[in-house]
């Protein structure tokens, strides 16, 4: 593997030995810009710092990882945004890695560990399954951000996330309210303890609580984003025309549905409601706007970057329950009456 040098890192970046040095020891002056395209260099050629100015490969690790899961997530997009500002003048300096929603991020956080020297991390759109147990064995700092990691009883990773059980459970309460009975469920993999098994537990508390049954075949397993909505809705409508509500576990996914809807002759509220999760801002500016669960943004950003730098400093793990709350939207209304 070849060496990185400092001088290496200034030229490449364009600029001077001292400004990277600055950069690399969390110094609050220098630009945004400057930080930025420094830290783009540290990443790009794994770069680590060597106070000893000798063999690199035996230095300690030098910044945090986040790793978003999900490129095109805006709702993750805008929490990792934040994580970046929250952590400016720290002495940690902090890097985005973004990959796509199928891969794996655990993979991604080994391969950040074991070549480019990252020494902790922030899992960002994490799921928690079998894989996860590669943070046990990597045994550094870890917080999942949007994801609830106490019954995993790692002693290594700290979380942060809203009650997923409880909001979905609210917003499928609503939409119940509005005389629906026909509901489908567009999601990610209900199996587990992650996320999108909650929020599916959620929305089943309400249908039972209502007295309704609920059919299988009206949960329809989607990718996060408006291409997965978009399709899985042309496929599912095709087959279920009697379903007057559909509950998705993101806004990028409700307005994929709303848009597949509206090709159908299908509208939106007036003949099926659709409900977010996520509270964002695309969704508020969508038509017909997006009745969603807000999860808080700048929340959620600053408790993890928090989480992290006190596991850092030998702080003890913690789990992080932050508020969420229901936003009203024009893409529910009461169901439907048949003519």
């Known amino acids: 593997m070849e060496i990185y040098t400092i001088r290496d890192v200034a030229r490449k970046a364009g600029v001077a030995v001292s400004t990277v040095s600055r950069v690399l020891n969390g110094r609050p002056d220098v ?12 990443e790009q050629f794994g770069f680590v710092q060597n106070r000893n100015a000798r063999n690199l490969k035996n230095t300690k690790p030098v910044f ?20 970046i500002e929250h952590s400016q003048g720290l002495k940690t300096p902090f890097l985005i890695k973004y990959i796509d929603e199928q891969d794996d991020e655990f993979d991604t956080m080994r391969q950040l560990y074991a070549e480019k020297r990252a020494g902790s991390f922030i899992l960002l759109g994490s799921r928690l399954d079998e894989r996860c147990e590669a943070v046990r064995a990597l045994g550094v700092p870890v917080v999942f951000a949007t994801v ?20 979905t459970h609210a917003m499928m309460d609503r939409i119940l309210d509005q005389g629906h009975t026909r509901g489908a469920v567009f ?21 039972k609580a209502h007295g309704i049954a609920y059919d299988p075949d009206e949960y329809v397993h989607s990718r996060f984003s408006l291409e997965g909505g978009y399709e899985s809705a042309m496929r ?44 964002t801002q695309m969704a508020r500016y969508y038509v017909p706007s997006i009745a969603s669960v807000r999860q808080p943004v700048e929340e959620i950003a600053h408790r993890s970057v928090e989480l992290l730098c006190d596991m850092l400093e030998g702080g003890q793990v913690q789990h992080v329950k932050v508020d969420y709350s229901l936003v009203e939207g024009e893409s529910i209304g009461p169901v ?3 003519k």
Do not use: W
């Not at 810009?33 to 830290?39: C, D, G, I, Q, Y």
């Not at 995993?152 to 059980?165: K, L, M, T």
């Not at 999601?187 to 249908?207: H, K, V």
């Open 31 to 42: 630009s945004e810009e400057t930080r930025k395209r420094v830290l783009d260099v540290v």
């Open 64 to 83: 945090a990882a986040i790793i978003v899961r999900g490129r095109r997530n805006a709702f993750l997009n805008d929490v990792a945004t934040h994580m």
């Open 148 to 167: 609830d990691a106490q019954q995993a009883e790692f002693d290594n990773a700290s979380s942060v996330c809203v009650d997923d059980r409880a909001a």
């Open 187 to 207: 999601g990610g993999n209900r199996e587990g303890n992650d996320i999108f098994a909650r929020r599916y537990l959620g929305a089943m508390d309400s249908l």
């Open 236 to 279: 599912f409508f095709e087959m279920h025309r009697d379903v007057t509500a559909v509950l998705t576990m993101s806004d990028m996914m409700a307005m994929g549905v709303t848009r597949a809807l509206h090709e159908m002759g299908l509208r939106v509220p007036e003949d099926v409601s659709v409900s977010g999760f996520d509270g």
């Open 336 to 338: 439907r009456t048949e």
